[in-house]
């Protein structure tokens, strides 16, 4: 058995529109994920997340799902128009009880809570008069949104994270087009991404002058990245799978913990980059107090200057084209129902990668995970290929502590199967399988599997 430091953090992860559900009750306002998934031809069989889990109904049952498998720490999210129906101005004070009653039922049970500010659901009203990412307008309502926020519930929490992937965000919102709000370009991710990254900063600014001293909280983001193999010992193939991660993590990770965009992306992108003037330098430098990260899958990466046709969105960390990177994947690597290669030592490299470059960061697994094709049977789910999933991963993260990297928690997406955004219900990522029929939930093996984990605080080492 692998045993981890005894203070290590296990846990799990949601986020507000892909299992709250009750997209209108009590006064939520919408969002822009309310109105794109209306949009003929957007979500997988025109599924929506009107209801979702029902998580917003179910919430008390929730936690003690979560306290059933011995959760130590759940990370939500809260939802910007369920606070402020209109993106600014008025407090819904019915959303504020929701959240806080979450908070402290969590915190009754001796959970963690992980709040984030922001996964993906922007308030409508922000997009339809104020142009959503696009006008640095975004920074101070963002920052208005949060300083309400920790208003509230900065009393009560420990950790708190501002907002979910900013890649997959712009990228796929403002790049590709296939999530909210819908738009493809290749100007406006970088545009996006720069907005986001400048109201994070201001975010965390106003929590270190008012709030941090409430309760020493801390405070970062999660960022996602996959691993990104050299296809090829060559060293145009190594230069193209750092550049690869140059464009994946370091647009963030560079900023926030080194103070620039990665040179690569300057030269490559030119006046399509925006720079930060030196007092925006300031405020985006070490605006994390850790390192939290999302990793799902690994790719081969080759040099490539022509001939992108191969660039799938969600395997492509960016536009090929920008990049002049390839990517591929080994036949022999098992896919889960994402069609996203499972290679746990993925992660452990990517560990060492961050280890190195941000200066041996302490470090969060934010969301980590899998859908397979889950079957209900006889009242069981029996997913062994989630467990075998989660164990190559868990082990990797236990062999890199083992080698000196600060790695203190992980947490699996998801606690439930929820909304899988463009795929709508038909990805299954959680420990608990969801009827969406009845919103009945059903413990699958895998959720047996981390309790004992949990418990013995130890991983079974891979034969
Ligand atoms: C994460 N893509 O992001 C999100 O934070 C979750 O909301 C999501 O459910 C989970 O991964 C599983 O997909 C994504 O490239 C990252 O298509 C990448 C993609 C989608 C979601």
Redo the contacts with the bound molecule.
Sequence with gaps: MLLFPKDFLWGCST?AY?VEGAWDQDGKGPSVWDVFTQIPGKINIGHDARIAADHYNRMERDVQLMADIGIRAYRFSISWSRILPQGQGKVNKMGIAFYSKLIDLLLEKDITPWPTLF?WDLPLTLQFEKDGLLNPYIVDAFTEYADVCFYYFADRIKYWLTL??PY?YAM?GYGFGCMAPGRKSMTEPYLAAHHLLLAHAKIVQLFREKYKHINNGKISL?L?CDWREPLTYKPEDTAAAQRALDFFLGWFADPIFLGDYPESMKVRLGDRLPAFSTDEKDMVRGSADFFAL?H?TTHYAEACSEGFENAV??ENGGFAEDQHVKLSSDPTWEKTE?GWNVVPYGLYKLLHWIHKRYGQPETYIT?NGCAFNDQLDNGCVNDHQRIEFLRGYISECHKAIGEGVKLKGYFV??LLD?F??MLGYSKR?GLYYVDFQTAKRIPKASAHWYCNLIKSNSVQELK
């Design positions: 986020s892909q996964h979910n992937e997959v796929l999660p996602n999302n799902y969105p969600w994402m969301e997406w998801s929820n899988e955004w990522f």
